[in-house]
């Protein structure tokens, strides 16, 4: 997570970025929307059509997004890519 916040940002090597499992989007890093869909787009290149960060967000109202969490995130992919790692471990067993 860190490598594709650091690319959103333009800060790659968060140098001059703190970054926890509780810094927020919003008023931490105060990112944009274009760079919701930036790291949206990194996600799906890193983690495959499992994450799917737009449909995540568009779940969220504007407080949710405001408070959106690092950890929120973090959570969400760890959580889509076990779903899809017992997805293929129930096709396999069955094929």
């Known amino acids: 997570m860190r490598r594709q916040l650091g690319a959103v940002i333009g800060d790659p090597e968060l140098l001059h970025?703190?970054?926890?499992?509780?810094?927020t989007?919003?008023?931490?890093?105060?990112?944009?929307?274009?760079?919701?869909v930036?790291?949206?787009?990194?996600?799906?290149?890193?983690?495959?059509?499992?994450?799917?960060?737009?449909?995540?967000?568009?779940?969220?109202?504007?407080?949710?997004?405001?408070?959106?969490?690092?950890?929120?995130?973090v959570r969400y992919v760890a959580t889509r890519l076990q779903e899809g790692g017992k997805i293929a471990r129930e096709q396999q067993a069955g094929g």
């Open 38 to 73: 930036a790291l949206a787009d990194r996600l799906r290149t890193e983690f495959g059509e499992r994450v799917n960060f737009v449909a995540f967000l568009a779940e969220k109202n504007v407080d949710d997004m405001v408070s959106l969490t690092v950890g929120d995130v």
């Open 17 to 23: 970025t703190e970054i926890t499992m509780n810094t």
């Open 25 to 36: 989007f919003g008023g931490d890093l105060e990112l944009e929307s274009i760079e919701f």
